[in-house]
């Protein structure tokens, strides 16, 4: 009789030097299973891409204690790659990144309908046997999805990155307003989403209806709504870990979202501001800058577009199905007495996950708990930044001395280092260090959408506590992926440690018409849960006011 094994533990390692935490794209601790996926995917894809241009190094993506960090890796480079002058100088005139971001469409449609057909597949209704396979095929269409998520993310991050590098060298315009003069075209993050809108054009009158359980089971017999909802349901609502909730356990969430879809003035509004903004940072540029400015912004705004679709339609969606398959199978462990709770198949490897329903197959329910406890201990629940050094990129690699690379290769890491200035903040200085203890004044972090509101706060350190979210509430929250999406509706400002003007939490304020202050660092430990807040996102404040 075989045994399953686990997933490997949190290690107590320190993450290597120069390597940044990325609590900006990952908010919280994920669990062994989805790390090992995620690890996988990430630098598997990671690396075929630095090839595939010529780069000697890929930025890959580690796990410890549950945390992820991001750093260079060292790539062996075949000698046929043309290594001494990768990343030619036809790479930048031309912008070949820039067609790739073409191909987002094939991409989406091709994702939302290998999603669809994976959850047309019930775990419910299979014998053990089956749902063995289909554990398999989840596991393996998550891996997908992944790398379908970031098929295109150097190409949308080098769009923006080039473009708020040229306006700020043309005439000295901040990486605030080059982002603000993309806003309104993240139609997957708008008030007015196309797909919600049309379900809420669709269901008409029904959404008027008190309870939302009685509004979603009427929604189900208008074909449109219930695309919609199908599409919607299963998704992560925050974050990349199996413990993370579903959309659906919200059904609040998803009618305020389609009630809100039908007063269209918000995502209306942030078209139009975004688009004068772009209009008047035109007038800033030199005449004979026009032309340039013109193909750059057209391409910025068409990488702004999809940087959080991306994420909704590939990373949330597969999550949340493998999460559905490893629930029933994890429902069946402890109905025979094999498990305590479901979620400990968390801490199963992804090889091992399709066996664990086999007879041949036993799993060890102390070992399981023991894996568990060892994750979970407080000992190891903070995560570790390493210090930056003086004069350090934001990505760590300025260990290489800038001449002695190819010109290709350094203006590329120069365009990195601003890329993840705008998403993640600068590098720490000395580390995260300790809580600085009493608020003195007022909380600061970056503006990131402007605008006042006066609220409720809502401290969410994790995903597990989404469900406290109520109409109105002011979110602290340590950052958002783009599968927040969902629960944005609710809120009227955003408040994050991690992040930049670039992050996804201030790129879906935008869309949504609120405010935010991102890359606090310490908001969620410093404003008190429930007291009442005045967050101004046009200075980067936030203040108690009881």
């Known amino acids: 009789?075989?045994?399953?094994?686990?997933?490997?533990?949190?290690?107590?390692?320190?993450?290597?030097?120069?390597?940044?935490?990325?609590?900006?794209?990952?908010?919280?601790?994920?669990?062994?299973?989805?790390?090992?996926?995620?690890?996988?995917a990430f630098n598997t894809h990671a690396e075929r891409g630095a090839a595939a241009i010529g780069l000697p190094f890929y930025f890959g993506l580690r796990f410890v204690g549950g945390w992820a960090y991001l750093g260079p890796v060292p790539r062996l480079v075949d000698v046929a790659e043309r290594p001494a002058t990768g990343l030619p100088e036809e790479f930048w005139t031309e912008r070949r990144w820039t067609k790739q971001l073409s191909a987002w469409p094939k991409l989406r449609a091709k994702a939302v309908a290998a999603n669809r057909a994976m959850q047309s597949l019930d775990p419910g209704l299979l014998n053990d046997e089956d749902l063995g396979r289909l554990l398999r095929r989840l596991v393996e269409h998550h891996h997908d999805m992944i790398i379908c998520h970031h098929e295109l993310t150097n190409p949308t991050l080098l769009s923006l990155g080039v473009f708020v590098e040229a306006v700020g060298d043309w005439c000295g315009a901040t990486p605030l307003e080059a982002v603000l003069a993309c806003s309104g075209v993240s139609a997957a993050s708008a008030i007015d989403a196309p797909d919600c809108a049309a379900a809420a054009e669709a269901a008409g009158a029904l959404l008027?209806?008190?309870?939302?359980?009685?509004?979603?089971?009427?929604?189900?017999?208008?074909?449109?709504?219930?695309?919609?909802?199908?599409?919607?349901?299963?998704?992560?609502?925050?974050?990349?870990?199996?413990?993370?909730?579903?959309?659906?356990?919200?059904?609040?969430?998803?009618?305020?979202?389609l009630r809100r879809s039908r007063r269209a003035d918000?995502?209306?509004?942030?078209?139009t501001t975004g688009a004068a903004r772009m209009a008047s940072l035109r007038q800033r540029i030199p005449a004979g800058r026009h032309a340039e400015f013109d193909a750059l912004a057209s391409e910025a705004l068409a990488a702004y577009a999809i940087r959080d679709d991306r994420g909704l339609v590939s990373d949330a969606w597969s999550l949340g199905l493998l999460r559905r398959g490893v629930r029933e199978a994890g429902r069946r462990l402890v109905g025979r007495g094999l498990l305590e709770r479901w979620q400990q198949l968390a801490f199963v490897g992804p090889d091992d996950l399709p066996s664990t329903l086999s007879t041949r197959s036993t799993v060890h329910a102390t070992a399981v708990t023991e894996a568990e406890r060892a994750f979970f201990d407080i000992e190891s629940a903070e995560p570790v930044e390493m210090p930056a050094e003086p004069g350090a990129s934001g990505l760590g690699t300025t260990s290489?001395?800038?001449?002695?690379?190819?010109?290709?290769?350094?203006?590329?890491?120069?365009?990195?280092?601003?890329?993840?200035?705008?998403?993640?903040?600068?590098?720490?200085?000395?580390?995260v260090g300790a809580h600085p203890g009493g608020r003195v004044g007022p909380l600061r972090g970056v503006a990131a959408s402007p605008g006042t509101v006066t609220g409720p706060a809502r401290v969410i350190r994790t995903s597990s506590d989404l469900?406290?979210?109520?109409?109105?509430d002011v979110l602290f929250v340590p950052s958002t992926t783009e599968a927040f999406t969902a629960a944005a509706h609710v809120i009227a400002a955003i408040v994050t440690d991690h992040g930049s003007v670039a992050?996804?939490?201030?790129?879906?304020?935008?869309?949504?018409?609120?405010?935010?202050?991102?890359?606090?660092?310490?908001?969620?430990?410093?404003?008190?849960?429930?007291?009442?807040?005045?967050?101004?996102?046009?200075?980067?404040?936030?203040?108690?006011l009881q």
């Open 208 to 257: 008027d209806r008190e309870d939302p359980l009685d509004v979603l089971r009427a929604l189900h017999d208008v074909p449109s709504a219930r695309t919609f909802l199908d599409d919607t349901i299963w998704r992560i609502a925050n974050g990349f870990d199996l413990l993370a909730p579903w959309v659906g356990e919200r059904p609040d969430w998803i009618v305020e979202r």
């Open 503 to 544: 992050s996804h939490a201030a790129i879906l304020a935008r869309e949504l018409g609120i405010p935010a202050v991102v890359g606090t660092r310490w908001g969620t430990q410093q404003i008190p849960d429930g007291s009442t807040v005045c967050v101004d996102g046009s200075d980067g404040t936030v203040t108690v």
């Open 1 to 40: 009789m075989s045994t399953t094994t686990l997933a490997a533990t949190p290690s107590e390692d320190s993450p290597p030097p120069g390597w940044r935490l990325a609590r900006s794209q990952f908010p919280e601790r994920v669990t062994p299973l989805i790390a090992a996926i995620q690890t996988d």
């Open 400 to 431: 290489h001395d800038p001449g002695a690379l190819p010109p290709g290769v350094a203006r590329y890491l120069a365009v990195g280092d601003l890329l993840l200035r705008l998403v993640v903040g600068e590098p720490a200085r000395g580390g």
């Open 467 to 472: 469900h406290r979210l109520e109409p109105g």
């Open 266 to 271: 918000a995502g209306t509004a942030a078209r």
